[in-house]
């Protein structure tokens, strides 16, 4: 088994300990209270306290570490180098229609870089984790992104709206943490979207990236509007030209 630093295992325990009433509400989905902050974008109670519980883990743990998370926003605390950035649920959409295709996403960004991140899938039981140049793992099984060279065979993923004809097979799942983890897992060959949050993707891109994927140049310091396009690199310069300014 590979070694789990401190902080890593802080976001494990905190995203197994949310998950488990995470889990209770998808079996009771009816029952849930929903609001809606925007076109697309909805909130459930189970959002609300998956993303509470979380972050009284990592604040019990490291309560210096500032904080930004999808529904309370930023929280800046004494240690501003160390930001907690968190997704109680991605694919809060698929959740509300009793889609089993969600997860937690965790990621710690330390000096304006990202040095770890966990996506959890608590349906399928599946903890994809990475550390800066420790690796990527899922479920302790070190996973890397597929080798796969000829775009024809390739399966994309994304959650944008295609306005033209691109000639690649693509799926839109609805859940931006969980396609990332599965460009790093071989699962997907590629990722491209636009109009994302900062807690979308934080643990998306150190697990592509220690899975040994490429990812287009992205500003942290951007928290909304974010544009990813990421794959294997046997095919990342004729992804980009195929895909172009999408």
Not at 26 to 34: A, D, R, S, Y
Not at 36 to 43: A, E, I, L, R, T
Not at 214 to 241: A, C, G, M, R, T
Request: charged content about 25%; aromatic content about 8%; hydrophobic content about 40%.
């Amino acid at each position: 088994m590979n070694l789990i630093s401190a902080n890593l295992n802080i976001m494990i325990k905190a995203s197994e300990k949310a998950s488990k009433g995470l889990i209770r509400d998808f079996g009771e989905i009816e029952k849930l209270q929903v609001s809606k902050k925007g076109p697309s974008d909805f909130v459930t109670n189970a959002d609300i306290k998956t993303e509470k519980i979380i972050i009284d883990e990592l604040k019990k743990a490291k309560p210096n570490y500032s904080i930004l998370s999808e529904e309370n926003g930023l929280e800046s605390n004494k240690d501003k180098e160390n930001l907690w950035i968190i997704d109680p649920i991605d694919g809060t959409i698929n959740f509300l229609h009793g889609i089993p295709h969600f997860a937690i996403s965790i990621a710690l960004m330390s000096k304006k870089e990202i040095i770890s991140g966990i996506i959890y899938d608590p349906i399928k039981d599946e903890l994809f984790y990475a550390e800066k140049n420790n690796g990527a793992f899922l479920n302790n099984q070190r996973i890397r992104v597929s080798k796969k060279n000829n775009l024809n065979e390739c399966l994309f993923a994304t959650g944008s709206k295609i306005k033209t004809e691109l000639g690649l097979n693509y799926r839109n799942s609805g859940c931006a943490a969980l396609d990332m983890a599965y460009v790093a897992n071989g699962r997907y060959d590629g990722y491209f979207q636009k109009n994302l949050n900062l807690w979308d993707i934080a643990a998306g891109i150190i697990l592509i990236n220690e899975a040994g994927g490429i990812i287009d140049d992205i500003n942290l310091s951007y928290k909304k509007n974010i544009k990813v396009l990421s794959s294997n690199p046997n095919i990342y310069e004729k992804f980009k030209q195929k895909v172009g300014n999408f």
